[in-house]
C-alpha cells in the first residue's frame, strides 16, 4: 500500500531557528516527491522533488530527496511567522491518478 | 479562470440533507481531482478525472458520494444524506495531465462543510 509519513506531527519555535520537516514514503512506481504549504485551506506548491540529491531550493525554504532511503527533508532557515503553516509532502500513487498524502507537519513559529 | 475556485466556500447543513460542492478548474487542466481534509488529517483523495476517461473513484469512502464532471471542465461533489463524519474541507484541485512528474497540482481554497 502507498503510504507517506511525516515527522514530526507538529513543531513548535522561535523566530530565527532552523527546523527540518521530515517525509518518508513507500509508493511503487515512484514518479516525484511534492511539498507543499497550507497555511489556511488551499495549499500551495513549493517544490517537486525527482532526483536523489539535488537540492532544490527558494529563499529560505530549500528540499532534498534521497530515493535510496525514500525520504526527502525540507529545511527552512532563519524561521518567521510568516512560515507557521502545515506543510504536506505528497507523491503520485501507482496509478499516477492522485497525490498520496502524509500527515503533514503543523509549524508554529513564535515572535 | 486564474485558479482554481470553488463554492460554497463554508456550508452548514442538517444530518441527512444532500449536499453538492462546485469545482471550476484552471482553465485548460485536464485533470481535476477531489479531496477531503478532516480536522487534524492529511488529505485524503477522493475521486480523479481525466479528460474522457472513466473517472478513478477510488477514494469515495461510500456510495453516498458521488461526482460529475461535465464538458470536461466544471465538477460537482455531490454527498447523499450527510452524516456528521462527513464534516471536512472539500479541496478540489487540477493539472494539465495526471501523474506526469513535470505537472504540477494547484489547489482550489476548498469548501468547509460542516453537518449538524
Known amino acids: 500500500e502507498d503510504k507517506v509519513v511525516q515527522s514530526p506531527l507538529s513543531l513548535v519555535v522561535h523566530e530565527g531557528d532552523t527546523v527540518t520537516l521530515n517525509c518518508s514514503y513507500e509508493?511503487?512506481?515512484?514518479?516525484?516527491l511534492l511539498w507543499y504549504k497550507q497555511e489556511k485551506k488551499a495549499p500551495t506548491f513549493l517544490f517537486m522533488l525527482t532526483s536523489s540529491g539535488i537540492e532544490k531550493k527558494s529563499g529560505r525554504l530549500s528540499s532534498i530527496l534521497d530515493k535510496k532511503e525514500l525520504f526527502s527533508i525540507l529545511n527552512i532557515t532563519a524561521t518567521q511567522t510568516g512560515d507557521s503553516a502545515i506543510y504536506l509532502c505528497?507523491?503520485?500513487?501507482?496509478?499516477?491518478?492522485?497525490?498520496?498524502f502524509g500527515k503533514g507537519t503543523t509549524l508554529s513559529v513564535s515572535s | 479562470g486564474a485558479g482554481v475556485s470553488q463554492s460554497p466556500s463554508n456550508k452548514v447543513t442538517e444530518k441527512g440533507k444532500d449536499v453538492e460542492l462546485r469545482c471550476d478548474p484552471i482553465?485548460?487542466?485536464?485533470?481535476l481531482y477531489w479531496y477531503r481534509q478532516s480536522l487534524g488529517q492529511g488529505l485524503e483523495f477522493l475521486i480523479y478525472?481525466?479528460?474522457?476517461?472513466?473517472?478513478?473513484k477510488s477514494g469515495l469512502p461510500s456510495d453516498r458520494f458521488s461526482a460529475e464532471r461535465t464538458g470536461g471542465s466544471v465538477s460537482t461533489l455531490t454527498i447523499q444524506r450527510t452524516q456528521q463524519e462527513d464534516s471536512a474541507v472539500y479541496l478540489c484541485?487540477?493539472?494539465?495531465?495526471?501523474?506526469?512528474?513535470?505537472?504540477?497540482?494547484?489547489f482550489g481554497e476548498g469548501s468547509w462543510l460542516t453537518v449538524v
Open positions: 478525472f481525466q479528460g474522457n476517461s472513466a473517472p478513478d
Open positions: 482553465s485548460g487542466h485536464t485533470a
Open positions: 484541485a487540477s493539472s494539465l495531465a495526471a501523474g506526469r512528474s513535470g505537472n504540477t497540482i494547484y
Open positions: 509508493v511503487t512506481n515512484f514518479r516525484s
Open positions: 505528497a507523491v503520485p500513487n501507482q496509478a499516477g491518478t492522485a497525490l498520496i
